[in-house]
Protein backbone atom coordinates (compact mmCIF):
# COMPACT_ATOMS: atom_id res chain seq x y z
CA UNK A 1 0.00 0.00 0.00
CA UNK A 2 2.75 2.34 1.03
CA UNK A 3 4.57 1.80 -2.62
CA UNK A 4 1.22 3.01 -4.04
CA UNK A 5 0.90 5.86 -2.34
CA UNK A 6 4.38 7.05 -3.39
CA UNK A 7 3.58 6.45 -6.94
CA UNK A 8 0.32 8.24 -7.10
CA UNK A 9 2.07 11.28 -5.54
CA UNK A 10 4.96 10.86 -7.63
CA UNK A 11 1.96 11.14 -10.70
CA UNK A 12 0.03 13.77 -8.82
CA UNK A 13 3.50 16.10 -8.83
CA UNK A 14 4.04 15.43 -12.81
CA UNK A 15 0.46 16.04 -13.38
CA UNK A 16 0.94 19.48 -11.08
CA UNK A 17 4.16 20.06 -13.05
CA UNK A 18 2.89 19.50 -16.44
CA UNK A 19 -0.70 21.90 -15.61
CA UNK A 20 1.46 24.83 -14.30
CA UNK A 21 3.65 24.79 -17.86
CA UNK A 22 0.51 24.53 -19.72
CA UNK A 23 -1.14 27.77 -18.03
CA UNK A 24 2.36 29.35 -18.22
CA UNK A 25 2.95 29.06 -21.45
CA UNK A 26 -0.59 30.40 -22.29
CA UNK A 27 0.55 33.35 -19.55
CA UNK A 28 3.61 33.55 -21.37
CA UNK A 29 1.67 33.99 -24.62
CA UNK A 30 -1.00 36.91 -23.96
CA UNK A 31 1.51 38.80 -21.70
CA UNK A 32 5.60 37.83 -22.14
CA UNK A 33 7.47 37.20 -19.45
CA UNK A 34 7.30 40.80 -17.83
CA UNK A 35 3.74 40.99 -17.90
CA UNK A 36 2.85 37.24 -16.81
CA UNK A 37 1.22 36.99 -13.46
CA UNK A 38 1.99 33.90 -11.44
CA UNK A 39 -1.53 34.64 -9.47
CA UNK A 40 -3.29 34.20 -13.13
CA UNK A 41 -0.89 30.77 -13.76
CA UNK A 42 -2.19 29.20 -10.79
CA UNK A 43 -5.78 30.10 -11.17
CA UNK A 44 -5.82 28.30 -14.36
CA UNK A 45 -3.31 25.56 -13.16
CA UNK A 46 -6.05 24.91 -10.35
CA UNK A 47 -2.91 24.95 -8.08
CA UNK A 48 -1.60 27.69 -5.68
CA UNK A 49 1.36 30.51 -6.43
CA UNK A 50 3.22 28.47 -3.51
CA UNK A 51 2.66 25.54 -5.17
CA UNK A 52 4.28 26.71 -8.37
CA UNK A 53 7.35 28.43 -6.68
CA UNK A 54 7.58 24.75 -5.06
CA UNK A 55 8.14 22.90 -7.86
CA UNK A 56 9.55 25.77 -10.47
CA UNK A 57 11.99 28.07 -8.08
CA UNK A 58 10.97 31.43 -10.31
CA UNK A 59 9.29 33.15 -13.21
CA UNK A 60 12.75 33.27 -14.54
CA UNK A 61 13.01 29.38 -14.46
CA UNK A 62 9.37 28.63 -15.46
CA UNK A 63 9.83 30.90 -18.91
CA UNK A 64 12.76 28.79 -19.79
CA UNK A 65 11.18 25.58 -19.40
CA UNK A 66 8.51 26.23 -21.42
CA UNK A 67 10.96 28.02 -23.96
CA UNK A 68 12.36 24.29 -23.89
CA UNK A 69 9.32 22.19 -24.10
CA UNK A 70 7.79 24.47 -26.55
CA UNK A 71 11.38 24.13 -29.67
CA UNK A 72 12.28 21.06 -28.01
CA UNK A 73 9.93 18.71 -30.95
CA UNK A 74 10.69 21.24 -33.17
CA UNK A 75 14.35 20.72 -32.82
CA UNK A 76 13.55 17.13 -32.83
CA UNK A 77 12.00 17.45 -36.01
CA UNK A 78 14.69 19.64 -38.01
CA UNK A 79 17.65 17.25 -36.65
CA UNK A 80 16.13 14.00 -37.43
CA UNK A 81 14.88 15.91 -41.08
CA UNK A 82 16.72 14.59 -43.65
CA UNK A 83 17.79 16.97 -46.03
CA UNK A 84 18.80 15.11 -49.43
CA UNK A 85 15.68 13.63 -49.40
CA UNK A 86 14.19 14.90 -53.14
CA UNK A 87 15.39 17.52 -54.63
CA UNK A 88 16.24 20.98 -52.85
CA UNK A 89 12.88 22.19 -53.91
CA UNK A 90 10.67 19.46 -52.56
CA UNK A 91 13.22 19.15 -49.72
CA UNK A 92 12.72 22.93 -48.69
CA UNK A 93 8.77 22.50 -49.44
CA UNK A 94 8.22 19.62 -47.53
CA UNK A 95 10.39 21.25 -44.52
CA UNK A 96 8.83 24.36 -44.10
CA UNK A 97 5.49 22.42 -44.40
CA UNK A 98 6.27 20.85 -41.39
CA UNK A 99 7.63 24.02 -39.79
CA UNK A 100 4.26 26.02 -40.96
CA UNK A 101 1.98 23.28 -39.72
CA UNK A 102 3.72 22.97 -36.41
CA UNK A 103 2.85 26.90 -36.06
CA UNK A 104 -0.28 26.67 -36.83
CA UNK A 105 -0.89 23.94 -34.10
CA UNK A 106 1.22 25.80 -31.39
CA UNK A 107 -0.56 28.19 -31.18
CA UNK A 108 1.34 30.01 -28.44
CA UNK A 109 4.75 29.85 -29.94
CA UNK A 110 4.73 32.67 -32.63
CA UNK A 111 3.43 34.99 -29.70
CA UNK A 112 6.37 33.92 -27.11
CA UNK A 113 8.72 34.58 -29.46
CA UNK A 114 7.00 38.07 -30.34
CA UNK A 115 7.15 38.63 -26.86
CA UNK A 116 10.64 37.30 -26.38
CA UNK A 117 12.36 39.81 -29.15
CA UNK A 118 10.47 42.92 -27.42
CA UNK A 119 10.88 42.40 -24.11
CA UNK A 120 14.14 39.97 -23.58
CA UNK A 121 16.17 41.37 -26.74
CA UNK A 122 16.72 37.53 -27.12
CA UNK A 123 18.12 36.84 -24.22
CA UNK A 124 16.92 33.23 -23.46
CA UNK A 125 17.17 32.16 -27.11
CA UNK A 126 20.69 31.82 -26.77
CA UNK A 127 19.85 29.04 -24.15
CA UNK A 128 17.67 26.95 -26.28
CA UNK A 129 18.26 25.52 -29.51
CA UNK A 130 16.47 27.89 -31.74
CA UNK A 131 19.09 27.23 -34.61
CA UNK A 132 18.53 24.03 -35.04
CA UNK A 133 15.50 25.01 -36.54
CA UNK A 134 17.46 27.14 -39.02
CA UNK A 135 20.46 24.70 -40.07
CA UNK A 136 17.92 22.41 -42.49
CA UNK A 137 16.78 25.38 -44.44
CA UNK A 138 20.99 26.68 -44.66
CA UNK A 139 21.78 23.01 -45.88
CA UNK A 140 18.84 23.05 -48.31
CA UNK A 141 19.77 26.16 -49.61
CA UNK A 142 23.31 24.84 -49.44
CA UNK A 143 22.49 21.93 -51.44
CA UNK A 144 20.45 23.84 -53.99
CA UNK A 145 22.74 26.28 -55.01
CA UNK A 146 25.64 23.50 -55.54
CA UNK A 147 23.32 21.81 -57.84
CA UNK A 148 22.71 25.16 -59.95
CA UNK A 149 19.32 25.05 -58.67
CA UNK A 150 18.99 27.86 -56.44
CA UNK A 151 20.70 31.50 -57.01
CA UNK A 152 24.15 31.20 -56.25
CA UNK A 153 24.28 34.86 -54.83
CA UNK A 154 21.97 33.57 -52.16
CA UNK A 155 23.43 34.16 -48.50
CA UNK A 156 22.11 31.32 -46.81
CA UNK A 157 21.93 32.19 -43.55
CA UNK A 158 20.07 36.09 -44.37
CA UNK A 159 17.71 33.96 -46.87
CA UNK A 160 16.69 31.09 -43.94
CA UNK A 161 15.65 34.13 -41.64
CA UNK A 162 14.05 35.51 -44.55
CA UNK A 163 12.16 32.61 -45.37
CA UNK A 164 11.06 31.65 -41.67
CA UNK A 165 9.72 35.63 -41.82
CA UNK A 166 7.24 34.50 -44.35
CA UNK A 167 6.84 31.32 -42.12
CA UNK A 168 5.78 33.16 -39.03
CA UNK A 169 4.73 36.52 -39.63
CA UNK A 170 1.03 35.39 -40.18
CA UNK A 171 0.81 33.37 -37.33
CA UNK A 172 2.36 35.73 -34.79
CA UNK A 173 0.38 38.86 -36.63
CA UNK A 174 -3.02 36.91 -36.78
CA UNK A 175 -4.58 39.69 -34.56
CA UNK A 176 -3.51 42.81 -36.25
CA UNK A 177 -4.25 41.06 -39.53
CA UNK A 178 -7.79 39.72 -38.70
CA UNK A 179 -9.47 42.77 -39.81
CA UNK A 180 -8.46 42.25 -43.26
CA UNK A 181 -10.67 39.38 -43.12
CA UNK A 182 -13.71 40.46 -42.88
CA UNK A 183 -16.16 37.70 -40.86
CA UNK A 184 -13.61 35.43 -40.08
CA UNK A 185 -12.71 35.21 -36.57
CA UNK A 186 -9.83 32.98 -36.73
CA UNK A 187 -7.77 33.63 -39.73
CA UNK A 188 -6.05 30.41 -38.29
CA UNK A 189 -8.55 27.77 -39.43
CA UNK A 190 -7.32 25.41 -41.82
CA UNK A 191 -8.88 26.41 -45.12
CA UNK A 192 -7.39 29.96 -45.00
CA UNK A 193 -4.14 28.85 -43.40
CA UNK A 194 -3.75 26.07 -46.61
CA UNK A 195 -4.07 28.70 -48.92
CA UNK A 196 -1.71 30.80 -46.48
CA UNK A 197 0.84 28.39 -46.25
CA UNK A 198 0.53 27.24 -50.17
CA UNK A 199 1.38 30.85 -51.27
CA UNK A 200 4.08 31.76 -48.71
CA UNK A 201 5.79 28.53 -50.03
CA UNK A 202 5.37 29.39 -53.60
CA UNK A 203 6.73 32.82 -53.00
CA UNK A 204 9.31 31.27 -51.21
CA UNK A 205 10.48 28.74 -53.95
CA UNK A 206 10.53 31.81 -56.82
CA UNK A 207 12.46 33.59 -54.77
CA UNK A 208 15.63 31.17 -54.36
CA UNK A 209 15.42 29.50 -57.62
CA UNK A 210 16.82 30.04 -60.34
Keep these: ????????????AELTKKLILDAAECEFAR?????????????????????????????????????ERMFSEQAKVAQGFDVN??????????????????????????????????????????QIVISAIYEPIQAILERGKREGVFRSELNTLHTSINIMGACIFYTMSRNNLAHMFAGTPDILNKDLYDVHMDQAIQLILNGVTR
Excluded: W
Excluded at 1 to 12: E, L, N
Design 1 to 12: MAKTKIVSKQRD
Design 31 to 67: RGLLGARTEDMAIAADCTRAMIHYYFDSKETLYRLVL
Design 85 to 126: QASPAEALERFLRIIMTDLRENRNLPLIMLFEGIQNEGKFYK
